[in-house]
C-alpha cells in the first residue's frame, strides 16, 4: 500500500479527496512541480521551489503564511519515509485552485498534494543506448507570460508523450507556434553543431527547466561554448548530436530522430568531463 499527502494529511492511495467541483479538476487551474529524491534529499530543492513560488505568483495564487517551503519539504520527506522511498524517489507535487466556477472561485489559496515513487537506481546514469525521438505536429505551444511554467493545462504534452507511445519512440518532440522547436513532452532539448551547445531559449516557450538551468550554469562555469537561441526544425537536422535534459534522468543522448542519426562522442565527453560528479 502506498501513501500521498493531501493539505498535509496523508491517505491510502485508494482515497479520494477532490471533490467534483475542483477548479483543478474543470480547467486545469494549477501547477506541479517534480523533483528527484536521493537517500532522503531533495535534490536542487531551492530551485525546485522557487520556481514552484514563483508559479503561484504568475498564476495569482495566494499562498496562507502557515504553507512555508520548510513545512512541504518536511511532509515530502515524511512521505518518502512512509511509502519506504530511502533510495532513488520522483516526487510530485500539484497545486490547484480549490472549488468554484470560473467567475466565483471560493478562494486564491492552492490546495495541493504530493506524491512520490520509487525510481530505478540507474536513473541519472549515462545512456549507453540512444534514445529514439520524433516530431509532434498535431498540436504547437504558444508564446505567452504561461509557457515557461510547469502548469495543469499539459495538453500538448500529454498528446506528444500518446504519439509517441503509439510510434514506439522514447519521447516526441513539441513545436511553438512559430513552428520551431520548443521541448520535449518531458524534457529540455540541446543540440551540439561543431562543438558549439544550443538549446531553445525561454522566449521560444520552453519549459524553464531546473535541470536546464543548473546545467548551463555548470558549462559556463567550466567555459563550454554555449548559448540559447530559436531552434528550427532544419538545424536540429542538421546537428551533430542532441541530448535531453530533466530532473529526473538528468542527460540521455538523442540517437535518432526520424532518418537522422546522431552521434554522442562530444556529449559523452562533457557529461564525464563536467556532469557526471555533480549529477545523482
Not at 467541483?21 to 522557487?50: C, P, V
Request: charged share 25%; hydrophobic share 40%.
Amino acid at each position: 500500500m502506498e501513501y500521498f499527502n493531501y493539505n498535509g494529511k496523508i491517505f491510502e492511495e485508494s482515497k479520494t479527496v477532490i471533490g467534483v467541483n475542483s477548479r483543478g479538476l474543470r480547467y486545469g487551474d494549477g501547477l506541479f512541480e517534480t523533483i528527484k529524491s536521493s537517500r532522503g534529499e531533495l535534490l536542487f530543492a531551492a530551485a525546485h521551489f522557487e520556481r514552484l513560488w514563483n508559479g503561484l505568483a504568475c498564476l495569482q495564487f495566494k499562498i496562507p503564511l502557515h504553507l512555508t517551503r520548510a513545512r512541504l519539504q518536511n511532509e515530502i520527506i515524511q512521505l518518502l519515509e512512509k511509502n519506504g522511498h530511502h533510495k532513488l524517489a520522483r516526487v510530485r507535487l500539484t497545486f490547484f485552485r480549490g472549488n468554484g466556477g470560473l467567475f466565483d472561485e471560493i478562494n486564491h489559496h492552492p490546495d495541493y498534494l504530493i506524491q512520490t515513487w520509487a525510481l530505478p537506481d540507474n536513473a541519472g546514469q549515462w545512456n549507453s543506448n540512444g534514445l529514439t525521438l520524433g516530431i509532434y505536429n498535431a498540436a504547437k505551444k504558444s508564446r505567452d507570460r504561461f509557457s515557461n511554467l510547469k502548469h495543469n493545462n499539459f495538453l500538448p504534452y500529454v498528446m506528444a508523450a500518446l504519439h509517441a507511445k503509439k510510434e514506439k519512440w522514447n519521447d516526441a518532440l513539441v513545436l511553438n507556434d512559430a513552428g520551431r522547436i520548443c521541448d520535449s513532452s518531458i524534457a529540455n532539448i540541446f543540440l551540439v553543431k561543431d562543438e558549439v551547445i544550443s538549446t531553445v531559449s525561454l522566449d521560444e516557450a520552453c519549459i524553464a527547466g531546473v535541470m536546464r538551468k543548473n546545467i548551463l550554469k555548470l558549462f559556463s562555469e567550466n567555459n563550454v561554448k554555449v548559448q540559447e537561441a530559436a531552434i528550427s526544425v532544419e538545424e536540429l537536422l542538421d546537428a551533430d548530436e542532441v541530448f535531453l535534459t530533466n530532473s529526473i534522468f538528468n542527460i540521455r543522448w538523442v540517437q535518432t530522430i526520424g532518418n537522422k542519426k546522431y552521434s554522442s562522442r562530444y556529449t559523452q565527453k562533457i557529461y564525464s568531463d563536467i556532469l557526471s560528479t555533480i549529477l545523482k
